[in-house]
């Protein structure tokens, strides 16, 4: 009999996940990844996912399909490679994509090395998104509810890694998850999903970064491509690129940030005809298919909520480069690149 850890968050996607295995006849067990304290992250309420009354929703489902549950501590782990970095990327000028770091560093690696202490065969997760065997490679599929798909943030799966994973809702909608979840009684079927990043809950990442180093961020100049001071700001982590509303500043017509110099410590701020660019750079990239030795016809996002754009994509050293058929608003250093060919994901990396 195979033998599976499922992932789970408390959610009703999760949840439902660890029913199609029961069903399919595999030894399971539950697992939460107990990822930080609440006092850690500067919040006394639980409206975060994996927080104990999370925990207490994905223990009570795993008692109904009749399934250990565990909590496993990676505090260490998320503090280094997801905390840490979000911090050191905002102060660098970029912007980070957290949930894809907790994917890569966490629900991939430590818990897939849990697995094989274990002796496990697979993990299981409750995102949308599908894989596929074909001529003994692995690839990564687009879920079928293009609304809810996650293929974005699992680009950084390697072959080892996804031979041993599995998505079982990949071929479901969202609204026939919550009705099996419904039908089989789980008291989660109803539960809305987390949209926050988990330790930033009510959004204000440069609070949340300054209370977590307990340090300020310098005031300095908003300037405009020319280098024309056009007003203060209040500290440059709480800018992001394509940004509109809070910037504090009126000119008389519409401003955005374009650009974020750390060594000046300025906001470049323009129109959104300057946030437009064909081009991009990425870097730590991961390739699903074949890495490729010319230059390929493709599509790519930059953004989670987007849909594709058609693109060329090139390799040259250890950078990928994609060249867009249209110019692209707002790319963003620090964000993923993802490059698909229709359904499949051929890889992805950082923008730099």
Same mark, same amino acid.
């Given at each position: ?39 850690? @992250? ?22 109904? +399909? ?33 949930? @894809? ?78 009705? @099996? ?8 079927? /109803? ?21 977590? +180093?307990?340090?300020?961020?310098? /005031? ?118 993802? +490059? ?13």
């Amino acid at each position: 009999m195979k033998k599976a850890i499922i992932a789970m968050s408390g959610g009703v996607d999760s949840s439902v996940a660890a029913y199609f295995m029961k069903e399919k006849g595999f030894e399971c067990i539950g697992a939460t990844m107990k990822l930080y304290d609440n006092e850690d @992250i500067g919040i006394s309420t639980e409206k975060t996912c994996c927080s104990l009354s999370d925990i207490e929703d994905a223990r009570a489902v795993c008692r109904k +399909l009749g399934m250990p549950y565990y909590v496993f501590n990676f505090k260490e782990e998320f503090e280094e490679k997801v905390i840490d970095k979000f911090i050191k990327t905002y102060e660098e000028g970029a912007t980070p994509n957290p949930c @894809i770091d907790c994917n890569r560093y966490l629900k991939f690696e430590k818990l897939m090395q849990r697995m094989t202490e274990l002796g496990f065969d697979y993990v299981v997760t409750g995102h949308y998104a599908d894989i596929e065997e074909k001529n003994g490679r692995f690839l990564l599929k687009k879920g079928r509810d293009l609304s809810k798909d996650q293929s974005y943030v699992l680009y950084s799966l390697t072959q080892e890694q996804l031979s041993h994973t599995l998505f079982p809702l990949g071929r479901y909608s969202k609204d026939e998850i919550r009705a @099996i979840a419904e039908k089989e009684g789980f008291l989660n079927a /109803k539960k809305h999903d987390s949209q926050d990043i988990c330790f930033v809950p009510d959004g204000d990442y440069a609070k949340f970064i300054e209370e977590h +180093l307990g340090k300020t961020y310098k /005031k300095g100049n908003f300037v405009d491509k020319n280098g024309n001071i056009l007003g203060e700001h209040s500290g440059i982590i709480r800018y992001t690129i394509g940004q509109r509303k809070g910037l504090g500043i009126a000119l008389g017509e519409p401003a955005y940030v374009c650009e974020k110099n750390i060594e000046e410590n300025t906001v470049v701020l323009g129109s959104n005809e300057d946030l437009m660019s064909s081009k991009l750079e990425a870097a730590d990239f991961n390739w699903i298919y074949e890495k490729p030795s010319e230059k390929i016809k493709c599509s790519a996002k930059t953004r989670y909520n987007m849909t594709e754009q058609p693109c060329e994509a090139y390799v040259e050293g250890n950078r990928v480069f994609v060249e867009f058929e249209k110019p692209q608003r707002a790319v963003t250093k620090g964000q993923a690149v993802v +490059l698909y060919d229709g359904d499949y994901v051929i890889g992805g990396g950082t923008i730099i």
